[in-house]
């Protein structure tokens, strides 16, 4: 993760300034940070992204997987994210008032699941990312911790690859977790058939 700008940037800025289909970026509190991807954590992206995919197709849902979709922080001109993989809902786009002209989400309900691939900025992703997406109300998000580096409040002690996936009860998030060959259990899709095991070994 690499500050890229040395001058502040709002939302709209970043967006204009983003670089077509090169890198991948965020602005976190108006700075501009690259995120830099190792070759596991893409895998086990786009492994994931395929999974969502399938289940969308197999249940002929309306959602789809986006490939570029920045999501807007709730209270802050000067933050958007970039998840590693987002199911969006396609009849929720009529009201997403940004959609056509930026590919940017600004209402929870547009997201049926967000998942972040954890990497060495961990704190982003427990801390930062999930207060921000409680806040948006958005009902699903995993944290895919594939080689054990979040903290051990978030993840136990000893340290150990874990699957966190938070939903949304009552308007906060409630967590459980999933290691080893136990079934992620998912509320937007039910009959999912993926092991956390599964997830780990692609990121090998």
Known sequence: MLQTESKTMNLEEFLDWYPDGYGRFELHDGVVIEMQATGTHEQVASFLALKQGIEIERLALPYFVARQCVVKAVDSDKSGYRPDVIVLDENALKDEPLWKKRSLITKGETAKLVIEV???????????????????????????????????????????????????????????????????????????????????????
């Open 118 to 204: 954890v990497s060495t900025n961990w704190q982003d992703d427990y801390l930062l990312k999930l207060g921000e997406y409680e806040k948006l109300g958005i009902p699903e998000y995993w944290i895919v911790d594939y080689l054990g580096l979040g903290g051990r409040r978030y993840i136990g002690n000893p340290k150990q690859p874990t699957i966190s996936v938070y939903q949304m009860v009552e308007g906060e998030y409630m967590v459980t977790q999933f290691k080893g060959e136990e079934r992620i259990q998912s509320a937007i899709f039910p009959e999912l058939n993926l092991t956390a095991e599964q997830i780990f070994k692609i990121g090998e």
